[in-house]
């Protein structure tokens, strides 16, 4: 599984086993590619299936979610799983 915590901070995930193993932060923005692109090559290496939850459901993250899915669905040759988690009961809050 691999997590994308959007946003300036990975706040409260700090001393959350794991965080930092599994999980691609956005920040700072400009390694951002370098980082999906090293985890493309780790999973196509083992085979694995990527399954894809994105952390944060602003205009960020939603724009994430759709790109993870159009491109990792295209690299690994199936419909990838995905999730968009938000700390809101809505995607894009305050967005109509």
């Keep these: 599984m691999l997590v994308v915590n959007v946003g300036s901070k990975t706040r409260g995930t ?3 086993p794991g965080v930092y193993e599994h999980a691609i932060t956005t920040r700072p923005i400009n390694d951002l ?3 999906v ?3 493309e090559q780790e999973l196509l290496a083992t085979g694995e299936q990527p399954v894809v939850v994105v952390c944060g ?3 960020a993250g ?3 979610s759709f790109a993870f899915k ?3 669905s295209k690299l690994f040759q199936k419909d990838i799983k995905l ?3 938000s700390s809101s009961n809505s995607v894009l809050p305050g967005v109509n």
Excluded: D, F, Y
């Design 33 to 35: 590619i370098g980082k």
């Design 14 to 16: 700090k001393n959350v």
């Design 57 to 59: 459901a602003g205009a």
């Design 62 to 64: 939603t724009e994430l």
């Design 83 to 85: 999730s968009l988690v």
């Design 70 to 72: 159009q491109r990792w």
């Design 37 to 39: 692109i090293k985890r």
